[in-house]
């Protein structure tokens, strides 16, 4: 009975992984799409406050970022106070007027009025360098401000 | 001259080359938080006459720099802030807003139009305490509004606006402008900062 003759007994099949490359290849695809790089490198600590009533930032490129936070642990030689960074590098707060001017002509004349500034401030931080912060953007007219959190509840947090 | 068949390429190590690079992206990702609270600072120029608001009309909330909160002369707890920034805007005091749910207590605020809420804070105020704060204020604004809009228009605030910035939606944006503006007629964000 040569018909129904009995397979050769290999125990169990290999696998076939040949579509485990494109499986990989679209998780990679993904990854690379959604990436975002960072457009500075930090240079201090930056945890954020959390908060519920937000609304999103759309427009990326109309956003200028603000950090402020104490320097982080390869940093430390600049003291543990909440320090303004601003692009690449630690600034002070009479900087930032200078630093508002240089983002905006950097932009087209007509998308100008439309800049909103985000304050990305650790949540330590006191208000007493947000509020100077403030009043530098108060000067340069830069008057859209966004205080970047995290969303979620605040209570029951610290 | 003899013809040679193309090697095939193994293709073995591809699945190797493509995980080194998933797990290259996998670390760097960092998912960019992009959203906060929006807020619009006073102009510069000051103008030299001096409005005159009573002080009925004001609610101010002090924060202190151990991040304590005082609300009307009261210390109060921060879960407790919206509910009586809520009762202070809808109190209309002078009956002019036929809309209010308030109790029309007399030595509270008029109406919602001149109502104002007046946050300060110290120096040594810590920001998360700030953004709290804040965020309760906003809070109470936006549940009054959505409250407004439920009973004008039956459906919530935050949808309107939504409804208003998507590009699909079906409806007239021209109508639904209007109605947002009526809402924020309603009841105007009056947050003011003292330096």
């Known amino acids: 009975m040569s018909k129904f003759k009995k397979k050769k007994d290999g125990g169990v099949p290999a696998v076939n992984t040949a579509a485990l490359p494109d499986i990989v290849f679209m998780l990679l695809f993904f990854f690379m799409v959604a990436t975002v790089m960072r457009q500075n490198t930090l240079m201090i600590e930056n945890n954020l406050p959390f908060a519920d009533q937000v609304e999103k930032l759309d427009k990326k490129d109309l956003v200028m970022y603000i950090y402020a936070g104490k320097p982080s642990q390869n940093y430390k030689q600049f003291g543990t106070e909440a320090k303004i960074q601003l692009n690449d590098k630690f600034a002070d707060v009479n900087e930032i007027a200078a630093f508002i001017s240089a983002e905006r002509a950097s932009k087209r004349e007509e998308l100008v009025p439309f800049l909103t500034t985000a304050l990305k401030v650790d949540k330590d931080a006191n208000m007493g360098l947000i509020g100077d912060i403030k009043q530098e953007l108060r000067k340069v007219n830069a008057l859209k401000i966004n205080y970047t959190t995290k969303k979620g509840s605040v209570f029951g947090r610290d | ?195």
């Open chain 2, 1 to 195: 001259m003899a013809k040679r068949a193309s090697p095939e390429v193994n293709a073995g190590s591809m699945a190797d080359i493509a995980f080194l690079l998933l797990i290259f992206f996998l670390v760097t990702t960092t998912i960019e938080t992009d959203s906060g609270i929006n807020r619009k600072l006073p102009p510069m120029e000051e103008s030299d006459e001096d409005v005159i608001i009573k002080q009925k009309n004001i609610f101010t909330v002090l924060l202190n720099g151990k991040d304590q909160l005082l609300v009307e002369d009261e210390i109060m707890e921060l879960k407790d802030l919206r509910q009586a920034a809520k009762e202070f805007l809808d109190n209309g005091g002078d009956g002019s807003c036929d809309y209010c749910a308030g109790t029309k207590d007399p030595a509270s605020s008029d109406n919602p139009d001149k109502a104002i809420i007046s946050l300060k804070n110290e120096r040594e105020t810590t920001y998360k305490t700030y953004i709290a704060v804040q965020n309760e204020l906003v809070a109470a604004y936006s549940e009054l509004r959505d409250k407004r809009a439920q009973s004008l228009y039956g459906k919530p605030f935050k949808e309107m606006e939504a409804n208003y910035n998507d590009v699909n939606w079906p409806g007239n944006k021209e109508k639904l402008k209007e109605q947002i503006e009526q809402i924020k007629l309603d009841y105007p964000q009056k947050l003011s900062e003292v330096q």
